[in-house]
């Protein structure tokens, strides 16, 4: 009698620490991560790679990012190829079961995405091109939205008892958005022109109406020749835009020589959730953003 009561004991402790045990997700990038919290809240453990002060195109393998990654039962990436110098490694190393390709802890959040700028050719010449499209669509609400949908329904599967709880959550994300949406059209950026250095803005130029001119960065991940530098000079003076648009990795010599001949003045942008102060998550970072540029 006494060792079943020992054995229920256990079991019903056993059962207790499953159902309060929290998600582990692991996500490559802070916005991922944060997007990721408001699907599921306090049913989810957090662990974001990439730190916002980080290029997100030049990260490493280091060992302590396999060891979060080995602990995970989701891994949550951009996809397009952003993390393709890094990722596979971690993943690979992890030996983590529940994040290889294929598995339902292997989330790329770019499969629920209309990639734009995708080139028809790939050469080295052309730089360090993504020739799956431009991965920086977290700029974008709409992209996001089909991101949170898709997290929503990831987390369902897995964790299928809180079904009810995950699209309560996505309703009222769906719901916010939905406004901030109309409050950032009232900023109204249709008409706006920029040169950026990199190409970070085409997404939310595509969901807000203004332009890109130019990048001064001509071929990505390739410092400017004096060649480009002229070029993007030439292509202020015909466009005449508004602003450069930077963030805190761009390189400051090629921007400030643009700019001196010019008279153009910088905005630093943020590029990612808690890149700059005021956004600590990704609505307030979109509120940062369109308000800089609505400004500029």
């Keep these: 009698m006494r060792k079943k009561l020992l054995k229920l004991v256990f079991c019903l402790t056993a059962f207790t620490v499953n159902l309060f045990a929290q998600i582990n997700v692991v996500a490559t990038l802070p916005w991922i991560g944060d997007i990721a919290k408001q699907i599921g809240k306090e049913k989810l453990s957090i662990t974001v790679l990439v730190k916002t002060s980080q290029d997100p195109h030049y990260v490493e393998a280091k060992p302590s990012l396999i060891i979060a990654a080995r602990k995970a039962d989701i891994l949550m990436y951009n996809g397009l190829d952003l993390e393709i110098g890094y990722l596979p490694v971690i993943i690979e190393s992890s030996k983590n079961p529940n994040i290889q390709p294929g598995r339902p802890g292997n989330f790329d959040c770019s499969k629920f995405v209309s990639p734009i700028e995708k080139p028809t050719s790939v050469d080295r010449s ?6 799956l499209g431009n991965p920086h669509y977290h700029f974008s609400p709409l992209n996001v939205l089909k991101v949170a949908q898709g997290m929503t329904e990831t987390l369902v599967k897995i964790d299928p008892q809180n079904e009810n709880y995950y699209r309560k959550n996505y309703q009222e994300f769906y719901k916010k958005l939905q406004e901030k949406i109309s409050e950032w059209k009232s900023k109204n950026l249709s008409g706006k ?16 109406g203004f332009q890109i001119v130019g990048c001064i960065e001509a071929k990505p991940g390739i410092p400017p020749s004096s060649g480009e530098i002229k070029k993007i000079i030439d292509t202020i003076n015909n466009t005449k835009p508004d602003a450069i648009l930077v963030n805190v990795y761009s390189p400051k010599k090629p921007v400030e020589f643009v ?8 905005i630093l942008v943020p590029h990612d959730v808690g890149s700059l102060p005021q956004t600590q998550d990704w609505f307030s970072f979109m509120d940062k953003v369109i308000t800089l540029l609505s400004e500029g």
Aim: charged share 15%; proline share 3%; glycine share 10%.
């Design 126 to 131: 052309m730089g360090d091109i993504h020739p």
């Design 193 to 208: 022109k920029f040169v950026a250095y990199h190409t970070l803005f085409s997404y939310l130029a595509n969901d807000f």
């Design 259 to 266: 700019a001196g001949k010019t008279g153009l003045k910088t």
